[in-house]
C-alpha cells in the first residue's frame, strides 16, 4: 500500500463528483489519513462514504491499516487554487513572502491568479471596531503568496 496508489484510487472514484483530495499522508505504522474538500462544503457523509469505498478496495487481511478520512478545516491555510472557487466574494487573510497578513476580498479567481480588493479597517490601524472598508484593487499569484486562509465572518 503506498501514497500514489492511494491517490490514483480516489482520484478515479471522485472525478466528477465535485470532491477531491487535498492531502493524504501514510505513516510507518499504515496509519492513512485522508482529507477531502469540494467544489462545495464536503460533508460528514461524504468522508463515511469514501471511507467505505477505500475499505472496499484495501483488504485488511492482507495489509493492516488504520483510516482516517476527514474535511478540510477552515482553519487551516488553503493548499489549492481549486479550493478558492467556493469562496470567490469573501474575505481572506493573504500573506506575501516577508510581508505582513493582510485582508483582502476574492472578487475573482483565473489561472493561478486572485484579483482581490484589499480590506482597510475604518477609523485606521488603531480603531477598535472591525468594519472595514474597500481599498486598492490587486492581483495577486498563488504561488507566490505563503498562504491564503478563509475569514468566517458570524
Known amino acids: 500500500m503506498d501514497k500514489e496508489n492511494i491517490a490514483s484510487t480516489l482520484n478515479d472514484y471522485l472525478e466528477g463528483s465535485g470532491r477531491f483530495v487535498v492531502e493524504i499522508s501514510l505513516s510507518k505504522d499504515n496509519l492513512i489519513q485522508i482529507t477531502l474538500d469540494g467544489d462545495a462544503r464536503v460533508s460528514i457523509e461524504d468522508c463515511i462514504e469514501v471511507t467505505r469505498y477505500l475499505e472496499s478496495q484495501y483488504d ?9 478520512v476527514t474535511t478540510f478545516g477552515i ?8 479550493q478558492l472557487h467556493k469562496v470567490v466574494g469573501n474575505e481572506l487573510m493573504v500573506k506575501k513572502q516577508e510581508e ?3 485582508r483582502v476580498r476574492l472578487e475573482k479567481l483565473e489561472e493561478g ?5 484589499h480590506r482597510i479597517k475604518k477609523g485606521g490601524p488603531k480603531a477598535k471596531a472591525l468594519l472595514f472598508k474597500d481599498g486598492e484593487e490587486e492581483a495577486l499569484l498563488f504561488e507566490e503568496l505563503e ?8
Not at 482553519?75 to 487554487?81: G, V
Not at 491568479?113 to 480588493?117: K, N
Request: aromatic content about 12%; overall charge negative.
Open 100 to 102: 505582513n497578513e493582510q
Open 75 to 82: 482553519d487551516n491555510p488553503i493548499r489549492m487554487i481549486r
Open 60 to 68: 485488511r487481511e492482507k495489509e493492516d491499516y488504520e483510516l482516517r
Open 113 to 117: 491568479t486572485l484579483y482581490v480588493t
Open 147 to 154: 498562504y491564503v486562509k478563509e475569514i468566517i465572518c458570524f
